[in-house]
Structures are given as C-alpha cells and as structure tokens.
Nanobody
C-alpha cells in the first residue's frame, strides 16, 4: 500500500509564503513524475507544477516566477515553495505521484491540504 502525506498548508496574507511537502511511502520501487494540483471551489482541478525524475519542470502560467517545485528522490518527497501568494491562489492543493509499485505503474493522489490567502 502506498501513502502520500501532505503538509504545510494554512492561512497566509497576500504577499506571504508557504511551503508544501508531500512524502510518499509504502510499496514503491521508484517514483517517476511528481506534481502539485489545486482545486478552488466551483473550479476544476488544475495543474500547478510538475517535475519528472530527471528534473524536467513545468508550471502553470499563473504561478511562474512565484512558485518553485523541487523533489528529494532519496526521501520520495516533493515540495512546493509558494511566494508572493495572491488571494486567487486559495484552493485545496493536492500532491500527485506516478510510481512503479508492487503491481507495476500506478498513480496516487494525496488527501489535499488547504491553502487560504487573505487580501
């Protein structure tokens, strides 16, 4: 069984920063891509940032220059450093992982962590 544990969400004023973490554990042989998505009320879930095992990164246009994704392969952990936060960044943030597990290739979502940015 594979688990994703997210942390780091919370309430912050506009212009502030938060750092999200997502640690994967369980029956994982290796992790391929890792990413962060978000979903605001009434909206569809959208990609925020994505990083491959080799380090190729892409960001949503709305967060470029403000957010930084990184990963620690030894710890099976992905991070999202969020700076210059705006009220429109308010959403539930979800970690997503593509991995090689006991039964082959699989995908897993985290439980989500709330980020609220006040104006």
């Amino acid at each position: 069984q594979v688990q994703l544990v997210e942390s780091g969400g919370g309430l912050v004023q506009a212009g502030g920063s938060l750092r999200l973490s997502c640690a994967a554990s369980g029956s994982i042989f290796s992790i391929n891509a890792m990413g962060w998505y978000r979903q605001a009320p009434g909206n569809q879930r959208e990609l925020v940032a994505h990083i491959t095992r080799s380090g190729t990164i892409n960001y949503a246009d709305s967060v470029k220059g403000r957010f930084t994704i990184s990963r620690d392969n030894a710890r099976n952990t992905v991070y999202l450093q969020m700076n210059s936060l705006k009220p429109e960044d308010t959403a539930v943030y979800y970690c997503n992982v593509d991995y090689n597990g006991r039964y082959g290739l699989a995908n897993k979502w985290g439980q989500g962590t709330q980020v609220t940015v006040s104006s």
